[in-house]
């Protein structure tokens, strides 16, 4: 059955530094998004994307922030400057189109660690 | 905006008891969908069951079974004679029709099944 894969499972880094983290879609899918949970809390919405452009972004998304999907398979989200506060889990998401009923289906998840 | 609510944090039961965790939901659209997500101690989102808001049956797989009650707004979950394997958090989430199809997420239950 296909999955949505993300790589790596844990990512540790230092305050300041640029991390990428990398996700795999389920192949013919259209829809992207991107959640965080930080320890303990619950899983909040960062972005969206289609058609190649960010559809919607929270808050929590600031310039800090970017998603690409650079050869159409891969689907990244990259932090430019980490911060203590940017340590959680981070979930990739993919769903196949409107007529699939709003199903998304993550990723195993990659915990980020900000020393 | 959409917004969901699950009010009770931590339940604990002793296995083969009942637990039934509450969900509440707000939202302004019409058409709209309903999800229940399970996450065991290693951290990914084990998707459990989507509900659309023009389907109101109430569902029984195995040990679980879903009440959705649109006039209360409520998507309850129960697990019946419940097992250690159960001991997870569960969240309840929202997407809405229009829009990104972005999941709302509420805070999440911690059940804790004793032996």
Redesign the interface.
Known sequence: EPEVTQTPSHQVTQMGQEVILRCVPISNHL?F?W?RQILG?????LV?F?NNEI??K?EIFDDQFSVERPDGSNFTLKIRSTKLEDSA?Y?C?S?GGRAS??????G??T?LTVL | AQKVTQAQTEISVVEKEDVTLDCVYETRDTTY?LFW?KQPPS???V?LI?R?SFDEQNEISGRYSWNFQKSTSSFNFTITASQVVDSAVY?C?L?E?Q??????????NQVVVIP
């Open positions: 829809y998004y959640y809390q619950k899983v909040e919405f969206s289609y559809s919607e929270s889990m979930f998401a769903m009923y709003n199903e998304q289906f993550f195993p998840g915990r | 969908y997500y951290g990914e989102l998707f989507r659309n969240f989430a997407s029709a829009g990104n199809n972005r999941l709302a997420f509420g805070k999440g």
